[in-house]
């Protein structure tokens, strides 16, 4: 800067090589290329000086090309299609995985301690150990092993969040629990503190785990080909389930849009790897076969087709992977030339002989195209020769066509260029196309062939979405001690436990008792001594003499009653503090040594003396959950994975290490 005077109005930064004073008129200077900007600061404006216009387009473009080359590398790093293809020597083109979503440690112990003393009135040191075993969990869950037990272990934290989210995460609050998540196609970090986020991204790390076991299937035998078709069905499932489950994900690679292209891409190299499975016995050069394998390359190629428009279109087109979308247009030519060198085979190695099923094989042959070229019937091509060698010639020629397409694509995507077994794949391809065709050409061709007609696709196996199949991974609610979940849950409020000392005045309790875990107080007598000593209709009994009732039925906990006779009784309850209590439907009485209850239809009457006063008590309860006094050190346990349900549970047996569902392939992640 050779000058930095400012006029009068307001400063602004001289543009360096220009000069300035305040005896300089304004119109000079705006001949100059100053002018007054949108704030009311005096400057030199780019639009009108070409120099400063050149500089800045100079400078953009080196900052654009700093971006594309860090985005190759991204792209490079997490979403190679070599990465998690099999190990084994294969002569198969690569299938595309998914890269893990990855995360941030969360801390769920301060928030779920305070929010177990304040909403349910519990030591929160009781619990030290399930949020020990949920946080070990999550954290086995960031390196899952690419094999069925990482999906078991990323569905049973999934399962594990819905109990999570149903105790601690009230629709009315935030948890104060921060998630992070990156994208996996981007990098971008996105932060939330709602547990949707957890959820989603747990679910698209499933999807993404299958798509990570089928590329590493072994496609040279049928069993692996058909774990690969599986694999990438359920994984277009899981991903589905996603997009209709997770609307409103923040992410981008969990846009619906997005999800739509990845589910085509997994059906896409699911029917590749049907059509691998038609071909792998080894292609026998009989006609209806040949009929069969061309229908069958179609469809491959028409899939790929459809795939590699969804990815050209807005708005998912900035944030695919280029090698991703080069792929599809690769593969979506490959097998359509396929298609024409089997039509090719057919219709050149084959012709109609005396006693062979003719109606047959007219029939296949019409039903190959939409339409017979002009001047062409279907009959008459398998009985002509010369029409045959023209017809085959004219789909060598398209495949040839269709074969170098698919080498130029590939060629121009550097990633698909360093991939060897595809250009060997490709090259071998085209050769045999071409001498195929080199052994037929003659010099007139270019005159007398016409265009091949399009081949219908068929398939005898249409791949469809497996939805994720959640029922059959086991897993118990790591806080089941605060009760039953269909009652104790984030967004019930509950009183304080109330502790209640009582005894049964001549055997008879005065109350009778309904539900199932919780078992709740019905039709109490209000002169009784438990109704005297503040217990209300409609209270839950958590525990007796120190006993955590809470999971006991009805029959076992008028059996502890029982077994008190008439000595003093204390039992703790709780009460809801909203205003629509449910009542369970069983009930019992408990009366030893008299005929008297205080059913409904006993206390309509006098007895003893006594008014009917009683009124149903209708509070809604505060959050108690009565949980033994043991304390329990923290443990690393991983892997507590109990059965679905709120059964009472057996005591839980922790395995040995939090990671034994891990192994070394882990370390490709």
């Keep these: 800067v050779t000058k930095t ?67 190759e590398e991204l792209e490079g790093l997490n979403i190679s299609v070599g990465v998690y293809q099999n190990t084994e020597e294969a002569f198969t083109i690569p299938l595309i995985p998914l890269g893990l979503k990855e995360t941030k440690d969360v801390d769920f112990s301060v928030a779920l301690k305070d929010f177990i003393l304040e909403h349910y009135s519990e030591d929160s040191y009781l619990y030290e150990n399930e949020i020990a075993d949920l946080m070990d969990l999550r954290q086995a869950c960031r390196t899952p092993s690419r094999n069925e037990a990482g999906v078991e272990l990323l ?19 935030q948890m104060g629990i921060l998630f992070t998540w990156y994208d996996s196609l981007t990098g971008v970090p996105v932060s939330q503190q709602n547990l949707l986020l957890e959820k989603a991204s747990i679910l698209f790390n499933i999807g993404a785990l299958y798509t990570q076991i089928g590329t590493r299937c072994n496609r040279q035998t049928e069993a692996g080909l058909e774990s690969t078709v599986d694999a990438f069905q359920r994984a277009a499932g899981v991903l589905n389930y996603l997009k209709e489950t997770f609307t409103h994900t923040p992410s981008y690679d969990m846009s619906p849009a997005m999800l739509s292209v990845l589910v085509k891409m997994m059906l896409a190299q699911a029917q590749e790897s049907t059509f691998e499975k038609v071909c792998l016995p080894g292609l026998q050069n009989e006609f209806f076969l040949l009929v069969k394998v ?41 097998y359509e030339a396929l298609a024409h060198y089997f039509t090719a085979t057919l219709l050149i190695d084959h012709q109609l002989k005396p006693g062979e099923d003719e109606d047959h094989q ?94 219908v696709s068929k398939t005898e196996r249409e791949v469809e979405i497996i ?72 209270d839950y009994i958590v525990s007796i003499q120190d006993v955590d009732c809470k999971w006991l039925t009805l029959s076992e906990v008028m059996k502890m009653l029982k077994s008190f006779g008439q000595n003093d009784i204390e039992m703790k309850v709780v009460s809801l503090l909203d205003a629509t209590s449910s009542m369970h439907s069983k009930c019992a009485t408990y009366s030893v040594g008299m005929q008297k209850t205080y059913s409904m239809i006993c206390l309509g009457v006098d007895v003893d003396d006594k008014t009917d006063k009683t009124k149903k008590v209708s509070k809604k309860l505060s959050f108690l959950s009565w949980g033994t006094n043991k304390n329990r050190q923290k443990s690393a346990s991983t892997l507590c994975l109990p059965s679905v349900g709120v059964a009472v549970p057996p005591v839980k047996k922790k395995l040995s290490s939090p990671f034994s569902l891990l192994n070394t392939d882990s370390s490709l992640y």
């Design 362 to 455: 007219e029939k296949c042959l019409s039903q190959l195209y939409s339409h017979m070229p002009e001047g062409l019937t279907p009959l008459g091509t398998l009985k002509n020769v010369h029409q045959r060698q023209l017809l085959g010639k004219s789909h060598l020629c398209r495949a040839v066509t269709h074969h170098e397409e698919s080498m130029r694509e590939a060629s121009l995507c550097k990633k698909l260029r360093n991939i060897e077994v595809l250009q060997e794949v490709l090259s071998a391809a085209r050769q045999r196309s071409q001498l195929k065709y080199s052994q037929l050409r003659e010099d007139d061709d270019l005159l007398n062939l016409t265009d091949a007609p399009d081949i």
């Design 294 to 334: 061309a229908q069958e390359a179609a469809k491959v190629g028409e899939v790929y087709r459809q795939l590699h428009a969804a990815m050209n279109q807005e708005p998912v087109k900035e944030n695919i992977p280029y090698s991703w979308a080069s792929l599809a247009c690769v593969k979506a030519h490959h």
């Design 5 to 71: 005077t400012f006029l009068p109005e307001t400063p602004c930064l001289i543009t360096a090589g220009t000069s300035i004073c305040r005896q300089t008129p304004r119109a000079s200077l705006q001949g100059q290329g100053w002018g007054i900007c949108s704030t009311g600061h005096w400057g030199m404006l780019a639009a009108t000086n070409q120099k400063v216009r050149e500089q800045v387009r100079l400078e953009l473009s080196f900052l654009n090309s700093d971006l594309q080359m860090l985005k």
């Design 155 to 173: 569905m049973s934290y999934f399962l594990q969040l819905g109990f999570v989210e149903s105790r601690f995460f009230p629709p009315t609050r």
């Design 467 to 538: 939805l994720p199949q959640f029922s059959k991974v086991t897993v118990t609610d790591f806080f089941q001690k605060l009760g039953p979940l269909s009652v104790f849950s984030a967004n019930k409020r509950w009183t304080a436990p109330r502790s209640i000392h009582f005894t049964a005045e001549e055997g008879d309790l005065g109350f009778t008792l309904r539900g199932n875990s919780p078992v709740q107080v019905h039709f109490l007598d209000p002169y009784c001594s438990a109704a005297e000593a503040g217990t209300k209709e409609g």
